[in-house]
Nanobody
Framework: QVQLVESGGGLVQAGGSLRLSCAAS????????MGWFRQVPGKEREFVAA????????VYADSVKGRFTISRDKTKNTVALQMNSLKPEDTAVYYC?????????????????WGQGTQVTVSS
């Protein structure tokens, strides 16, 4: 069984920064990629960023490109999301996810394990 635990969410003013972290425990072998998604009430969960575990290749949603940076620490089995220049529209619950499958990293259906989420609120 794999567990993903997010941390680092909170309340920040527009223009500020937050750093989210996701710790993976349990069976962590054969991970292909880790991703961050976000969701607001009444809307579908949307892709934010992903990173391949072995090569460190990254992909971002257009809405966060240039502001957010995803990184991973293979020795600690953690993935982080550095969020800068935050905007009120970034307000959401942020989820960490993991996949062992090769595929379209932007797709929620690719991921087999999810964390419980951490709230990020950006005030204007």
């Amino acid at each position: 069984q794999v567990q993903l635990v997010e941390s680092g969410g909170g309340l920040v003013q527009a223009g500020g920064s937050l750093r989210l972290s996701c710790a993976a425990s349990g069976r962590t072998a054969s991970v292909y990629a880790m991703g961050w998604f976000r969701q607001v009430p009444g809307k579908e969960r949307e892709f934010v960023a992903a990173i391949t575990w072995t090569t460190g290749s990254t992909v971002y949603a257009d809405s966060v490109k240039g502001r957010f940076t995803i990184s991973r620490d293979k020795t600690k089995n953690t993935v982080a999301l550095q969020m800068n220049s935050l905007k009120p529209e970034d307000t959401a619950v942020y989820y960490c996810a993991r996949t062992r499958k090769v595929g379209i990293l932007r797709s929620t259906s690719l991921y087999d394990y999810w964390g419980q989420g951490t709230q990020v609120t950006v005030s204007s």
